[in-house]
């Protein structure tokens, strides 16, 4: 079995930068265990497998469309190309104040005594978004030592599945000024931290976008490879995330 497969890089105009994601082209139907094993071999945080609709569909074929409409298990997913980078079509997903003594051992867990300014939950997506004090600054967060080998350890009963820190952006100055700033965490999934996630700023631009009062939102994820995006919020309930993309490998996949 040969299966075409390639490497990009998302929410980077760089290479080795953003979000690495292994992308699978399948003529066929694979069973889930074989999903697993190429996901494993890959050992990125994210491998995706695209499968033709029809069996007339060809992946060499130019697409001349500006959007692209995936089928996936969460449900359609919508991306369009422009000048500057590849537009996601996503769901915008609300985070709900959160108690913090129902969460106070994670949170404890994961980042000791650092101090939090806010706690939100969103049920969607079983995401915990902490925000860090005021007081700290993008490099606090950038160099945070995040314990996530003991997170699987603190009883949430399945509520949580990932967390997000996040920090409000700081001011125009010598560096280019972001409305906030975030790291993502997903060990309940194997990923101890994901280098740059759609989904979770799904939920952060939701969040910013009532503190802030903007719609239209400019971020940065402080991962080691670091990701910029940008986000506006639509009038039907949904969110659209920009960033650029770049390829790094492309291969033949033997098995």
Partial sequence: MKLPIFIADA???KAFRGNPAAVCLLENKLDEDLHQKIAKEMNLSETAFIRKL???????????????TFVTMSGELK???????????????????QKLHEVEDLIKTAI?????QDVRYSPDTKKLLVRLSDTYNRSFLESLTVNTENLLQVKTTGKVKGLILTLKGEPGGPTQAFDFYSRYFTPWNGVAEDPVTGSAHAVLSSYWSEQLGKKDLHAFQCSNRGGELTMSLRSDGRVDIKGGAALVLEGTLTA
């Fill in 11 to 13: 929410f980077t105009a």
């Fill in 112 to 116: 000791g005594d650092t101090l939090v």
């Fill in 54 to 68: 029809h069996p007339n569909d060809n992946f060499t074929q130019k697409n001349v469309n500006s959007t692209l």
């Fill in 79 to 97: 991306a369009r190309k422009e000048e500057d980078g590849i537009v996601l079509d996503l769901p915008l997903y609300p985070a709900h104040p």
